[in-house]
């Protein structure tokens, strides 16, 4: 049994460019404490704009993070470009906002991304709203991860893009579900002390912000149905992650929302149905520019979680000059050969031992074929006439082109395997049994 560090980022970045010393400030509250560093980081952005050089926030991220000198990975990452401002027509030009989500992994730790359950991107009517998902696993426990930016004025509206993004993740299905973003519920009415629906203007209650929050945010608060009936909880915040002051103490107030611009509109909400992910702390992180002034009109939030696997996801995954050495040698030749397919690469990796143990290491591995050869080798001892590795490897090759062969044959053992391959030397079974150089 394994526990596995998860910590999620969500940020509005608010169509500006964010410099290197806040992502320093981000880098820093990752983190537990100095001497724990998360295992796999999930990153939701909105509204967020690509440096010069092409690079997202996961990708910044990634760079800053190490592990015993290695660099975290950028799993998985996917964005869709907004239209934030759409009567000005420079927004259609240049450096465009996206809505993102990404998923970046310390060196050692085995995880994946399902494609059982492909990753996909859900629309809103808004040009600017939406969100992204994907599957992830984490030894034996997948989780749906979810980032959005869900529909600002309309809470039915919310509700569907909430609805569409727990379908495309396949939400009944799964046990464990992390849902973040800017989630666009702002503190009710009540805590309005007047109103003034001319001016647009509303002020607030006299009372702490926590108490505020406590009082009249609907997310923490539990008063948001299309997040109720799928189970999914929201830690109560501190701060507002938005607050958009005017003069004289006031609040912009939109009368067809019947709210006012004030609230924890991010946050980061777990549903985990088998107590497999535990919901550790959440908070509101304040970043600045090298001015002192907050960077965006949104502040972010971070929340960690701790997930427990009885299967390890940190198995140590190493090659020895040897026998192994020449039998994943063969594994992977002969899965590679026995694709029958156009579309297919071979890893320079495998002729180099230090190479190879490196790329054992990176984030994903499991899910390519390197990765599959490994796990040959250790499942079957390097016992290259076992009639289970003959198996295996047949049905992955052949599941790995587009066209199937019409008859899969049937084997009971590695004798009859062969006998097979010796009497019909143009199909896919001779191929498995030269390059293995099982045949007598």
């Known amino acids: 049994m394994g526990k596995y560090k998860v910590t999620a980022l969500t940020w509005n970045m608010g169509n500006e460019n964010v410099g290197p010393d806040s992502v320093d400030t981000l880098v820093e509250s990752l ?3 100095k001497s724990s560093s998360p295992d796999v980081i999930l990153v939701s952005t909105q509204e967020a704009k690509r440096t010069w050089g092409n690079r997202t926030l996961s990708d910044r991220i990634a760079k800053r993070m190490a592990h015993e000198g290695e660099k975290y990975q950028v799993l998985h990452q996917n964005d869709f470009r907004v239209v934030t401002k759409p009567k000005n027509p420079l927004t259609y030009f240049g450096n465009i906002p996206r809505t993102h989500l990404g998923i970046i992994v310390k060196p050692g730790v085995h995880v994946s991304i399902d494609h059982i359950t492909p990753p996909g991107t859900i629309r809103g009517n808004n040009l600017n709203k939406g969100g992204l998902y994907a599957v992830l696993t984490i030894g034996d426990q997948k989780i749906g991860v979810i980032g959005c930016h869900l529909d600002s004025n309309d809470q039915k509206q919310r509700a569907q893009e909430t609805k569409r993004l727990l379908q495309g ?20 009415s009540e805590s309005l002390q007047t109103i003034d629906t001319k001016r647009k203007r509303a002020v607030l209650r006299k009372e702490e912000e926590n108490k505020l929050i406590e009082n009249h945010d609907p997310i923490s608060g539990g008063k948001v149905s299309h997040f109720n009936k799928h189970d999914i909880k929201f830690n109560q915040l501190d701060k507002f992650t938005y607050h958009e002051r005017k003069s004289k103490g006031e609040i912009k107030y939109k009368p067809k929302r019947g709210t006012a611009d ?42 960690h979680f701790e997930v427990t696997s009885e299967k390890s996801a940190t198995p140590e995954y190493k090659l020895a000059k040897g026998k192994d050495w020449e039998a994943f040698k063969k594994i992977y030749n002969t899965l590679y050969k026995a694709q029958n397919s156009l579309f297919k690469s071979k890893s320079s990796d495998i002729k180099d031992l230090d190479r190879l143990n490196k790329k054992l290491k990176q984030p994903g591995i499991d899910g390519t074929r390197t990765g599959k050869a490994y796990q040959l080798l250790r499942k079957y001892n390097g016992n290259l006439k076992d009639i289970g590795l003959l198996k295996e490897i047949y049905g992955y090759s052949r599941s790995k082109q587009a066209v199937k062969d019409p008859i899969t044959p049937t084997f009971s053992d590695s004798e009859i395997f062969c006998q097979y391959a010796q009497k019909n030397s143009h199909t896919r079974t001779a191929t498995i049994a030269r390059e293995l150089g099982i045949l007598v």
Do not use: W, Y
């Open 31 to 33: 983190k537990r404490d």
């Open 169 to 188: 993740v396949d939400g009944k299905k799964l046990d464990n579900i992390i849902f973040m973003g800017d989630l666009n519920e702002r503190l009710n």
């Open 262 to 303: 004030v609230g924890v509109l991010d946050n980061i909400g777990l549903k985990s149905k088998a107590k497999t992910v535990q919901g550790l702390g959440c908070r509101v992180i304040d970043v600045q520019n090298k001015e002192g002034k907050q960077v965006s009109d949104h502040k972010p939030v971070i929340r």
